[in-house]
């Protein structure tokens, strides 16, 4: 799939400005959490449901494997879990299900701290669970984490 | 009114509203959020909230006048509403729609009616309040002072 020499570890090249994709139904929570990434610099792009975020990927239903040999266009994609259609955990399933995006880190967020959601989210592959609202030492936390996954 | 009593008002004003449970620890999140770079953060983010409110505020009436109530529908625009106000705060909105929340999942009507005028009246509460706080900010801004942190 990818090309010669190019294993490449998608979180390696960001430096210190880290490509977020932003999933929330919820406009409010939406406005929120890209404000919350600006402010630990990164660069954000945000999807209001599932399947946009998807298009937005590459992985749109019509749109066929164009991914061949190239590297994510993010480093990290944090979701809302409870959105209509597909919820953040379908979303997180076909992230993983990709040859080209399974090694981006996907971060669920949730206003339920319900245990068996968030094994369920973990045992799929997801970095991290993070409860809803989301405060500034939240994602900072998370920035630290991303980065100390890139070592 | 000087600006120092201004100064005076708009503190012990927000004070009340953490201390009635109108605002609580997350709206303070928001305020940190402000910088130079976004000086109408907090007022961008409120505006939204007031907008998207009252839409869902408007679907859960027409909802609940329907002759055979969806409550699947019903619970998705409390949840949204949960949501946006626990995103920026507004603690005696999200309590309420805990409890309405509840009546969707019983499927009660009663309940949810109750409950859908509680969340109006908090809802009312809690954007007079806010906009009269907003006021007092601007009356200090015009006075050429700054807003107490």
Redesign the interface.
């Known amino acids: 799939m990818a090309g010669g020499g190019c294993s490449k570890d998608t979180a390696a090249d960001f430096g210190d400005q880290p490509h977020v994709l932003a999933v929330d139904?919820?406009?409010?929570?939406r406005?929120?959490v890209e404000?919350?990434l600006r402010?630990s610099s990164c660069k954000v792009t945000t999807a209001e449901n599932g399947l946009r975020a998807l298009e937005y990927l590459g992985l749109g239903n019509d749109q066929r494997s164009t991914l061949e040999g190239t590297v994510s266009k993010v480093n990290l994609i944090i979701t809302d879990y409870?959105m209509?259609g597909m919820t953040g955990y379908e979303l997180l399933k076909k992230i993983k299900e990709s040859s080209v995006l399974k090694e981006v880190p996907v971060v669920i967020m949730s206003?339920e701290n319900s245990p068996t959601r968030i094994s369920q989210c973990l045992e799929e592959g997801a970095q991290m669970f993070m409860l809803?609202?989301l405060?500034?030492s939240d994602v900072k936390q998370l920035k630290c984490h991303l980065m100390k996954c890139r070592s | 009114m000087d600006v120092v009593q201004l100064q005076r008002q708009l503190v012990d004003y927000r004070a009340s509203l953490y201390h009635e449970a109108f605002l609580d620890e997350q709206f303070t999140q928001l305020q940190e959020l402000q910088d130079e770079n976004n000086p109408d953060f907090v007022v961008e983010v409120v505006s939204l909230f007031f907008e998207d409110s009252e839409r869902l505020l408007n679907e859960l009436t027409k909802a609940l006048e329907q002759q055979s109530i969806d409550f699947k529908r019903l619970d998705a625009h409390v949840h949204q509403l949960k949501g946006s106000s626990s995103s920026i705060g507004a603690q005696r909105v999200q309590k309420v729609c805990i409890a309405f929340r509840n009546d969707c999942e019983e499927q009660n009507v009663e309940g949810c009616l109750k409950c859908l005028q509680q969340v109006k009246h908090e809802y009312s509460l809690v954007k007079t309040k806010l906009e009269t706080m907003f006021k007092l900010e601007q009356q200090i801004l015009a006075a050429g002072g700054s807003v107490p942190m």
């Open positions: 139904d919820n406009l409010i929570d406005k929120l404000k919350l402010n409870c209509p206003s809803k609202p405060k500034q």
